[in-house]
């Protein structure tokens, strides 16, 4: 009646056993691999038992339809008879007579019988389902049966299929030889919640379905009033696609299962605690209540939680590049600096005690990685030192860089240490003999008495390169030795001016660069000024990135490419 309005070839729920439905959970499978052993390894009696509805004569059906043509069986499914009617159906059965006027001509001729097949290299089986029906004569007489064997093994297996009062039978104090036998024994269980679900989705799709019809709500209702048996299933689901054909509802919800139910007059049972190890994340039952229901918002808002946590990740990546200056070409390469940097540099601020001010001595330690993205580091180099000098500015245009506000090391560098001046002045009188004495008070230089005669350099003096400590912008010890070296010369040679132009790598807009660049320039500058040089014999500019000395697609190439180069000027005269 419903199978063209759900576009579907046949029915998927009926109560009759259609092999092209078969599905078997993993206890039928389990099952029926008991079964498949015992057969082929004569174990004799094996017992399968499990409640009305749960699928035994399904499972021995499939097993049947497995055996091959060196099994000869026979499926007694009426065991309600009488002792001489049984050796009748067996005789007839195994086609080695049907009338037996006494239980000797039927033993006679059935260990003949067992005794050909054993020649001819076949096995026998004898399958009783609904077992639990057996009187007590004819289970004593099986058992008899299983005498006929030889010493090399057994001749006949028999398999006992039936409900769970089939167990309680058997442990009968009369039946306890016939127990002792059952050398496999298997409880089949109902149904689990996620069974139950591809039990049905299943039969669906084996009828030609290609749509869900039951919700996930209805789905837990059918388990919830069937429990797992697959007989209710059957009865539940194919009542309520017919409530749905007359109701116009192609998708079948909670609700039309709780109606069908009540037709059918089933009941709700309360899932025990012992049960619960069979529950799953898409029905799970608790208190006759589906759980789910107690936590849908996790499947409403868990995609709007996963979307926002998604932005906010793509935020950060973009904000932090761009806010220290890179362009969006740079931004992979910011981050990539980053992660090797990641464990370079550790900073640590500690207050100087000696100084009337509050003034924070700044102590790196550097692992050696020089990875991290210029822009960047510098921003928060600058952030340091504006909190060490505390409420004291100093005005950018003293630097020459454009918009002012941005602090300089000049002063700075005074603050942190009078070990340099120290250092300077020793260097300067150590660089040569009768090299002249620098006047600090002044700020003026003695000429040197062979000033107009010719100068002589050496090349390593004439140009070189000044490096910066990572994650910085102070001069690198050995670069202030250079610079001292410099300002010595050029006090012994007041004709001499010097070229300072500073570089970096290319992370970043260019016109930014363009400004650091000019900035780290302007620091040498200061630093010369700061040992005598007058400014206007010392000429600072900022290139960016336009002359790189190494590939910049490497952390050590944009190391080295930051940098500032100075280059003493002689005039031709000299």
Known sequence: MYLKYYHIEKKPFQLTVDPA????????????????????DNKGFIMLTGDVGIGKTTLVNAFINNLGPETLFANITNPGLKLKEFFNILGMTFNFGNKFSGKDEFLIAFKAFLEGCHRDGKRVLLIIDEAQRLSGDIMEEIRLLSN?????????????????????????????????????????????????SEYIQHRLRVAGCKKRIFTEKAIGEIYVFSEGYPRIINLICDHAMLKGFITRKKRIDEPEIIACARELRLKKKWVPESSREKRNPVVILKNDRVWFRKFRWVSKYLPHFAAALFIFIMACFLYFPLRAGASFSGILPYWKDQLLASGGTVTKRIPDQTSPQIVYKVIKKDAGTQGDSEAGKLEREKAIKAESAG?????????????????????????????????????????EPGSPAIHQSSGLTSRHPGASQQITIPDSEKRYIIAFEFDADDIAREGRERLIKTAALMKEHPEITLTISGHTDNTGEEAYNVMLSKYRAEIAKKFLVGKGIAPERITAVGKGSEEPIADNNSADGRRMNRRVEVVVNIPNEF
């Open 21 to 40: 439905f078969l599905w078997m959970s993993d206890k039928h499978k389990e099952a029926l691999a008991v079964l498949t052993y015992g057969l082929l």
């Open 148 to 196: 006929i064997e030889l010493q090399s093994g057994k001749l006949l297996n028999i398999f006992f299929v039936g409900q769970d009062e089939l167990e309680e039978t058997l442990d009968r104090h009369e039946n306890r030889a016939l127990r002792q036998r059952m050398s496999m024994v298997y409880h089949l269980d109902q149904l689990s919640p996620r069974e139950t």
């Open 391 to 431: 409420a004291e500015s100093i005005d950018r245009r003293e630097a020459g860089m454009p918009g002012g506000g941005q602090a300089t090391t000049g002063r700075l560098e005074d603050k942190k240490t009078d070990a340099i001046e120290t250092e300077s002045n020793a260097a300067a009188s150590d660089l």
